[in-house]
C-alpha cells in the first residue's frame, strides 16, 4: 500500500489504481494534515485503536468515500477533517474524543446520522455546516419557529431519537413559512456552536 509513515505519523497515503478500501497499520499512532485529502477512489477506510488523533483536511474531498471507523484511541478530530466527504453516510464519534474541529464535516451531503458522546466538550464553527441532520446528544433551540414542532423536537430529544432531515423539513416560521433556523448547542451550555438550515 501507499503509505508514508515516519516515527508513526501517517504523513501521506498515494492512492493505488484498483483500491478502494484502505486498512491503516498499527503503527501508525496519528494521521497528519492532508494525509489523505482528495483520494477520489477510496470507499472506506480502517483506522487502528493505535491511532490518537486525526489531523486537519486529512479526507478532505474524499468524495467517494461511505465508511470509516474511529477508533475509542482518538481523542481529537481536526479541522476539515472530512470535509467535502460527500458520500459519507453515517459516523459513530467515540467517547474518547473530546473535540472536533472547524468544518470537520463539512459538506458532508449524504450525512444522515451521526452520534457525539457527552465526552466532546468543543465543536468548531461550521462543524456540520451543508447538512440537513440533527445530532443525537445536543439540545436544539428554534428561531421564531412553531410550537408545535418545537415541542415535537424536545420530545425527540429526551427520548434519545435522532432527528431525520425528513423531520427538519416540516419547520416553518409560523407566520411566513420560511425554513426555520435550528440552533444546536451542547447539553448545559447557553452558547450555540452550530446551526441547520434546511
Request: hydrophobic share 35%.
Amino acid at each position: 500500500m501507499g503509505f508514508k509513515i515516519k516515527n508513526g505519523v501517517l504523513t501521506r497515503y498515494k492512492e493505488e489504481k484498483g483500491v478502494t478500501e484502505v486498512v491503516i497499520p498499527d503503527s501508525v499512532t496519528s494521521i497528519r494534515y492532508r494525509a489523505f485529502s482528495d483520494c477520489s477512489s477510496l470507499t472506506s477506510v480502517t483506522i487502528p485503536d493505535t491511532v490518537t488523533s486525526i489531523g486537519g483536511w486529512a479526507f478532505e474531498d474524499c468524495s467517494s468515500l461511505t465508511s470509516v471507523t474511529i477508533p475509542d484511541s482518538v481523542t481529537s478530530i481536526g479541522d476539515r477533517a472530512f470535509s467535502g466527504c460527500s458520500s459519507l453516510t453515517s459516523v459513530t464519534i467515540p467517547d474518547s474524543v473530546t473535540s472536533i474541529g472547524e468544518s470537520a464535516f463539512k459538506n458532508c451531503y449524504s450525512l444522515k446520522s451521526v452520534t457525539i458522546p457527552d465526552s466532546v466538550t468543543s465543536i468548531g464553527w461550521n462543524a456540520f455546516s451543508g447538512l440537513t441532520v440533527i445530532i443525537k446528544n445536543m439540545s436544539v433551540y428554534c428561531s421564531d419557529g412553531d410550537d408545535d414542532f418545537f415541542n415535537a423536537l424536545v420530545k425527540k430529544i429526551v427520548s434519545g431519537e435522532s432527528i431525520t432531515a425528513e423531520f427538519i423539513k416540516e419547520a416553518k416560521h409560523t407566520e411566513t413559512k420560511d425554513p426555520v433556523f435550528l440552533h444546536l448547542c451542547r447539553k448545559g451550555q447557553k452558547d450555540c456552536l452550530e446551526y441547520v438550515k434546511k
